[in-house]
T-cell receptor, first 114, second 115 residues
Framework: AQSVTQPDIHITVSEGASLELRCNYS??????LFWYVQSPGQGLQLLLK??????LVQGIKGFEAEFKRSQSSFNLRKPSVHWSDAAEYFC????????????FGSGTRLLVRP | GAVVSQHPSRVICKSGTSVKIECRSL??????MFWYRQFPKQSLMLMAT?????????EQGVEKDKFLINHASLTLSTLTVTSAHPEDSSFYIC???????????FGQGTRLTVV
């Protein structure tokens, strides 16, 4: 069965420091991959997605992610974190090869130290 | 573009009553919508796939008689939580598939509290 693993429940970084959130997936073929951000009590905002092509994907708010097939990973990165980036981050994979029916990871809560 | 509106954003209801949540695609037609449930500090779990003009497809373990889904038009799907109990309290989020972009866009979610 397809699954998404986000091994870090919480991550704390200092403002201005770099960030990497980990995501591993299980799927036999090339997956559709997504990163979403959720502020408390809010819906989901799409940060970026990977469908095909260049494995380094640029997103909104200065985020990027790299698809590594050999490692079944799609880690999210940001070179310099802002206090407003504190939120919950979800990695997701398209279920059954779709790009719109999603399976989510358990999420990583990002805390930003002043 | 590709805006999905979910209503209400918050609702409190008494045990035993039913509550309806609406999911609308505002600027595109959505033949397929999805309903997810999110428990506090947990991830989103897919509950069901809502198809316009046909019956919804429920994920394993989701009670179809408890969570009634109706997708009567190309822009509206509704989720009705019937005979609600406190354990149904949760955050419910819908998404709608935009075929033009082959993506699903999410609503802002509904916080349901059953007292």
């Amino acid at each position: 069965a397809q699954s998404v693993t986000q091994p870090d429940i919480h991550i704390t970084v200092s403002e201005g420091a770099s960030l990497e959130l980990r995501c591993n997936y299980s799927y036999g073929a090339t997956p559709y991959l997504f990163w979403y951000v959720q502020s408390p009590g809010q819906g989901l905002q799409l940060l970026l997605k990977y469908f095909s092509g260049d494995t380094l994907v640029q997103g909104i708010k200065g985020f990027e992610a790299e698809f590594k097939r050999s490692q079944s990973s799609f880690n999210l990165r940001k070179p310099s974190v802002h206090w407003s980036d504190a939120a919950e981050y979800f990695c997701a994979v398209g279920a059954e090869g779709s790009s719109y029916k999603l399976i989510f990871g358990s999420g990583t809560r990002l805390l930003v130290r002043p | 573009g590709a805006v999905v509106s979910q209503h209400p954003s918050r609702v409190i209801c008494k045990s035993g009553t039913s509550v309806k949540i609406e999911c609308r695609s505002l600027d595109f037609q959505a033949t397929t919508m999805f309903w997810y449930r999110q428990f506090p500090k947990q991830s989103l779990m897919l509950m069901a796939t809502s198809n316009e003009g046909s019956k919804a497809t429920y994920e394993q373990g989701v009670e179809k008689d408890k969570f009634l889904i109706n997708h009567a038009s190309l822009t509206l799907s509704t989720l009705t939580v019937t005979s609600a109990h406190p354990e149904d309290s949760s955050f419910y989020i819908c998404s709608a598939r935009d075929r033009g972009q082959n993506l699903a866009f999410f609503g802002q979610g509904t916080r349901l509290t059953v007292v």
